[in-house]
């Protein structure tokens, strides 16, 4: 058997045994670990991440890319379940319950004699949230548009406001599924939105994320449902958490 008939083997064997038993595992492994809620046992968060480290490892060797790419997501929603200041982490276990639903199907795709897997992630990717609008308030621009990019990768319809006034007014007018602030903002702050948000029964489906350079310690209502730090993998992680 020649080397490229062997990887090609080996590369079935994975994906059999993901459809077999290793996505059913890291589903079970999840649901155990959400069971605990913010007390996460570490031993077991340790686990699941080598697990599906190892995972997107194997993928790789395969050339399964999508695959690798979808656990790499899984490894970076893990990374903010840790995170003291995601408190919501309901929602981030769902997201990583539907990455494995991907990842299963195009496991089945690959034994299937599917060897091009994009257009089964690019069609999922863009149909999750093809009926959904963003609500934007980043005032440094450069910033702002790369955020409304990785949102219509997404599939949201996103909306770009310039100062904390103007998000207002438009949260008012019309409704959105989700809102993405920094603090810093002219006449109203990220935190003080998020506040009135919390505390507006018409705002309760209304998914906030506060972008920021430092940890807040306190917050004067409620705290976003996702914060994420802004440094060198800012849009790869929003990419990840609002997927």
């Not at 155990?32 to 490892?57: I, P, T």
Request: hydrophobic share 40%; aromatic share 10%; glycine share 6%.
């Amino acid at each position: 058997m020649d080397e490229a008939a062997l990887i090609e083997g080996l590369g079935n064997d994975f994906a059999q045994d993901l459809v077999d038993s290793r996505i059913t595992l890291f589903h079970n492994y999840l649901l155990e670990l959400e069971s605990n809620g913010c007390n996460l046992d570490m031993g077991l968060y340790e686990e699941v991440f080598r697990r599906f480290h190892g995972a997107k490892g194997t993928g790789g060797i395969y050339s399964m890319h999508c695959i690798t790419t979808a656990f790499h997501q899984l490894e970076n929603l893990l990374t903010l379940i840790r995170s003291p200041d995601n408190g919501n982490h309901r929602e981030l276990f769902v997201k990583m319950h539907d990455e494995l639903d991907l990842v299963e199907k195009m496991a089945h795709a690959w034994l299937d004699g599917e060897r091009d897997l994009r257009k089964i992630f690019q069609e999922r990717k863009a149909s999750m949230h093809s009926h959904e609008s963003a609500l934007v308030l980043e005032p440094l621009k450069s910033v702002s548009n790369q955020i409304v990019a990785v949102l219509e990768d997404n599939g949201y319809e996103a909306t770009l406001v310039s100062d904390g006034l103007e998000a207002m007014q438009s949260l008012l007018l019309r409704p959105y599924d989700l809102f993405i602030t920094s603090e810093q903002n002219r006449f109203i702050n990220g935190s003080e939105l998020i506040g009135f948000i919390k505390i507006t029964p018409r705002f309760s489906k209304l998914k906030t994320v506060y972008l920021t350079t430092e940890q807040k310690n306190e917050w004067a209502v409620y705290a976003p449902d996702i914060i994420i730090k802004k440094d060198s993998s800012l849009f790869s992680t929003l990419d990840y958490a609002i997927a």
